[in-house]
């Protein structure tokens, strides 16, 4: 019954240490999202542990976790998780990354969704030698928003004004 009664409180301490750890690791699980009245949509994003910005989002309706990456051109999909996505190659790319120049294959997005902020028909490539799950979301997504980053936090906002100001 002691044996029991430890594994039980072993198993429950290991389910909250590892959502404690998740939540350091990607703060933006649920995308704080600010509608105004001046016709701009707004999402804020924290800064996890390390001081990226990660973030829950969806490429073409399907969940995915995104790294913010404005130092990216393209949004880059591990081929992994590109397959998982239905994605298909396109042509080969000579790209150049902080590793050297590896080769990637071109693809578009139908739909890239972060909050409440989306674009459609987005550039991105298939990188066979990215591991994991995460997405670099680069400019080929970001240049069409507003980036404002003061502290810890990133704003990003889409929409038009009317006759407010704009960042």
């Known amino acids: 019954m002691v044996f029991a009664a430890w594994a039980l409180l072993i198993g429950m301490l290991t389910t909250v240490f590892s959502k ?7 703060p933006n699980q649920q995308v704080q999202i600010n509608l105004r ?16 910005y ?14 913010l990456d404005t130092g990216a051109t393209n949004v880059a999909i591990p081929q992994g998780l590109a397959a998982n996505l239905g994605l298909k190659r396109g042509r080969p790319l ?7 120049i590896v080769q990637t294959y071109a693809t578009r997005l139908d739909q890239v969704t972060l909050g409440n902020i989306s674009a459609a028909g987005v550039s991105a490539s298939i990188s066979p030698h990215m591991t994991g799950d995460q997405i670099l979301l ?30």
């Open 138 to 167: 680069g400019m080929s997504f970001l240049k069409q928003f507003e980036l404002l980053q003061r502290g810890d936090q990133l704003t990003i906002r889409s929409g038009t004004s009317s006759g407010g100001d704009r960042l």
């Open 37 to 52: 009245s001046d016709g701009f949509k707004e999402i804020v994003l924290r800064r996890n542990r390390l001081g990226h």
């Open 94 to 100: 000579a790209t150049y990354t902080a590793n050297g």
């Open 20 to 26: 404690v750890l998740e939540r350091q690791h990607n």
């Open 54 to 67: 990660v973030a829950s989002g969806k490429i073409n309706g399907i969940d995915v976790e995104f790294l």
